[in-house]
Every structure is written in C-alpha cells, then in structure tokens.
C-alpha cells in the first residue's frame, strides 16, 4: 500500500538518463570554467608584453610560451578523464570548438597571445635574421623557439586528431614574411657586392650565403621552408645574374681558371636550364682553340703529320681534364667537347 501510495517506479531508462545528464553538466562546467581561467591568465599575461620590442618581446615571449607549454601538458594529463569521455563524447556527436584540452590550451594562446603580440614578435625575429647575416652573434634559440610555437598552433582546428603540422600558422604569418624579407636583402646585397668586388669573389659570396641559409632552416626554423628558401635565394643570386656569370665563364674559359669555372658550375647548376648556355660557350671555346693551335703548327704539321695528329689529341686531352675537373664529367659538357 505505501509503495502504492507512492506512486510508480520510474523506469530503467529515466534511471540512466537522470547521472548521464548530470555528467554531461559537470563535464560542461567545468570545461567553460578551464577555458575562462585560461582565457584571464593569457589576457593578464598579454598586457605585460604588449609594449615590448625587439630582444624583449623574443625573450619575453618564448620564454612564457615554455611554461605555457609545459603547464598545458601537465593540465592535459589531469583531464585524461574528461578528454576521454565527456570531449570524446561531444566530438562524436559533431560539435565544433570542443578540443581536448591541450588542444584547448593552444587555441586560447593563439587567441589571447599570438593575435595580440604576431606582428611586433615576427618582426622581431625578422630583425635578428637580419643581425646574423649581418655578422653579428644572436641567440638563436630565441628565433627557434617562436618557431616552435607558430608550428604548434598552426594544428587543424576542424580535424584536431589529423598527424603532422598543418602550418596554417607558420606559413602565412611567418615564412611568407621571411621568404619576402630575404629576397629584399639579397637584391641589395648581391648587388653592391658585384659593385665592389670581382664576379668570381662573388660565386664564393653566393655560396657562402646559399649554405648559411640552408643551416638557417636546419637549425631555426622548420624542414618545410628549406626548398622554398633554396629556391628564392638561388634565383636572387644567381638566376638574376646569369648574364654576368655567362660572361664571366667566358674569360675564365680564356684562363683556364679550373677552381672557378668548377664554383660557376656548382652554382648555375642549381637554377633551371643555368648550364644550356654554358655549355654552347664551352663548345665554342674548344672548336676556337684547336682552330688556333692548328693554325700555330700548320707548317711543322705540312712536313710532319704526326704534329697535327698530336696537337688535336692534345687539346682534346687538355679540356677532357678540364670537363673532369670543373663540370664533374657531366654528361651534356662531355657532348660539348665531342662535339668541339
């Protein structure tokens, strides 16, 4: 009677629904509590650097975001619980802007702290690339470390569990700056140094920056931008000189200059069809001489044929060392001297 009197039973589903809903709004509130406590963290932390320049803001920055960092993996690690269910559960069902929550971690820093601060910090790195090529000693972990960070934020927002970098960060905000900078700088540079100096102190000039730029990317910023680099920095230094050069490869064909015309070789062969040129004029070159050292012993070469024999096997000895030496025996400067 009292269990009459009490009403029906509630059914096993209104049993289950009522804890599941209950842990749907704890998993709820507590991720907008993260979230918000994240959010007044980064802003309070933003309002120290928005004035800084330079050194500072690098230093500042990198430095904060290590921490950050840190502190994220460990917060990630103490929510294993809510990652696991209540995020896994709303992802499923295809709500957008849930992230686990490291994940969430680096969407408010990007928020709060890389939107603010981007341009100020990018400059900066900017300027102390800048500094290195101009000599100076500077701290690379500085440019590293904003690196890391701009390759970190740049993950996939709507397929957060897709692997490997998307660089939406990194490529619009700082390759493509960098990419324009270093184009600008090698323009001035490569142009002032053939004001002042001679085209064969400048290969050593180019290679020398060619290199530096390649240990750049290994050393600062990421894999991806080592082919796009090579290939703005070899059409600055090379493809936009390529007539100077091929005058040059002429009198140093004239010279006999084998160490040069190998450094002419090693450089123009990085740029599209740089070596069609050179080989024409070493084609030329040949043919011209063997007509000038047979010119030289005609006489002798009308009483004794053995002399003419021996000057053409002479010359073609002398530019088969050089073809050797200077072009690496490639195959279309071996054709050239056939064809000589």
Known sequence: AAAAASGPLPSRSAKTKKPNQG???????????????????????????????????????????????FSSH?????????????VKRECDEGRKGIFEIYNLALVTWKEQM????????????????ERERNGETIQTGLISGVIQCYVELGFD???PNSKGPALKVYKPFFEEEFLADTERYY??????????????????QAELRLEEERKRVALCLHESSQDELARKCENVLIQKHMELLQ?????????????DLSRMFGLCSRVPDGL????????????????????RCEE?????????????????????????????????????????
Not at 114 to 129: G, Y
Not at 316 to 322: E, T
């Open 114 to 129: 890389f939107t603010p601060l981007q341009k100020q910090v990018t400059n900066a790195v900017l300027k102390l690339i």
């Open 23 to 69: 842990a749907q709004f704890v998993g709820l509130e507590l991720y907008k509590k993260l979230r918000d406590w994240l959010r007044d963290y980064l802003a309070r932390l933003e309002r120290d650097g928005v004035d800084m320049l330079g050194e500072s803001v690098l230093a500042f920055y990198t430095k904060k975001w290590e921490e950050y960092r």
């Open 157 to 159: 927002e709507d397929e």
């Open 187 to 204: 323009t001035a540079e490569s142009t002032r140094f053939l004001q002042e100096n001679p085209v064969t102190e400048y290969m050593k």
């Open 74 to 86: 460990v917060l990630d690690g103490v929510c294993q619980y809510i990652n696991r269910h209540w």
């Open 300 to 340: 002798t070469a009308l009483n004794d044929p053995r002399v003419y024999v021996q000057t053409i096997l002479d010359s073609h000895q002398k530019y088969s060392a050089l073809v050797m030496k200077s072009f690496e025996n490639d195959p279309g400067f071996l054709a050239a001297l056939d064809k000589a």
């Open 247 to 259: 005058t040059e490869f002429q009198n140093l064909l004239s010279d006999y200059k084998v160490e």
């Open 276 to 295: 069609a040129k050179l080989k024409e004029l070493l084609e030329s070159h040949i043919f011209q001489q063997g007509l000038a050292a047979i010119a």
